[in-house]
């Protein structure tokens, strides 16, 4: 079983930046695709971002791209998304996520990754 805990969410003013982690346990996080979503109330769960297990392939939403960036610290267990330019539209609920084999391929897509955290907040008072 992996743990993954999200941290840093909170508010913040339109326009801007926030940093979230996540924090991963187990000795094969190196070895993870990681992905970041974000649900509002009342919507579905949205595709933010994905990255390679190296961090050397990353993918994003149309909606953040060029604002959001995802990285990753295998050395620290952690992945991050650094958030800049913020918008109300991005008032939600982030989740990370891990998925097992690596390299990602449907990444967009929930039911592709293996772990979930728990979420947290990130609101953007306008």
């Known amino acids: 079983q992996v743990q993954l805990v999200e941290s840093g969410g909170g508010l913040v003013q339109a326009g801007g930046s926030l940093r979230l982690s996540c924090a991963a346990s187990?000795?094969?996080?190196?070895?993870?695709?990681m992905g970041w979503f974000r649900q509002a109330p009342g919507k579905e769960r949205e595709f933010v971002a994905a990255?390679?297990?190296?961090?050397?392939?990353?993918y994003y939403a149309d909606s953040v791209k060029g604002r959001f960036t995802i990285s990753r610290d295998n050395a620290k267990n952690t992945v991050y998304l650094q958030m800049n330019s913020l918008k109300p539209e991005d008032t939600a609920v982030y989740y990370c996520a891990a998925q097992k084999d690596g390299y990602p391929s449907r990444y967009y897509y929930t039911v592709w990754y293996d772990y979930w955290g728990q979420g947290t907040q990130v609101t953007v008072s306008s």
């Open positions: 990255c390679s297990w190296s961090g050397g392939s990353t």
């Open positions: 187990g000795r094969t996080f190196s070895s993870y695709a």
